[in-house]
């Protein structure tokens, strides 16, 4: 079966570590990811297709910016486009704000910003966040399956893959 799971998710939310993990732990998971989980591309819907294209059996991740329905429907049009077999799952990352935050403090330090200039990035964040979280999925969307992950307490990666919301998708 191929599969492609795609990363529902806000900067800053352990999407990058997370997906290392799994990557590390599973070898033979593809990753695509775009440039600071920036919106698809071109070249990155390339890749997926060429990964599909490939004979047997296919997982892979797709990390990119999706932040509203439109952005996700116009993602799972074009996979079923691809490949109409293809069983399309969503990680919703639901990181609490405060280590998100804190995260994205920590990658702003470290480029070189301070004083001011960080206070007002970090609250461009926490907006970004929150309108982030009043668009996440609010039903399948498109999607086979959900899964909600929390980077701070992820879930066992055998579980990952696995439907845990089928059906209807209750948001948290």
Not at 40 to 56: M, S
Request: with cysteine; net charge negative; glycine share 6%.
């Amino acid at each position: 079966m191929k599969e492609v799971l795609v990363v529902i998710a806000p900067r800053c939310c352990g999407i990058t570590t997370f997906c290392n993990k799994v990557i590390s732990a599973h070898p033979e998971i593809a990753l695509v990811a775009t440039e600071n989980h920036g919106p698809p591309t071109d070249e990155a819907y390339e890749r997926l297709q060429e990964l599909l294209d490939q004979p047997g059996d296919q997982r892979i991740i797709f990390d990119c910016w999706n932040e509203t329905r439109e952005d996700r429907e116009q993602i799972t049009e074009r996979l079923k486009w691809f490949d109409p077999q293809c069983r399309t799952g969503g990680w919703v990352f639901t990181t609490p704000k405060g280590d998100c935050a804190k995260w994205h403090v920590e990658a702003e330090m470290a480029r070189g910003l301070e004083g001011e200039g960080l206070a007002r990035s970090l609250i461009k964040y926490k907006a970004s966040y929150d309108r982030f979280h009043d668009n996440r999925p609010h039903g399948l969307e498109g999607f086979s399956f959900l899964v909600q992950v929390n980077a701070v307490r992820p879930p066992c990666f055998s579980n990952i893959f696995m439907p845990l919301i089928d059906g209807p998708y209750v948001p948290l």
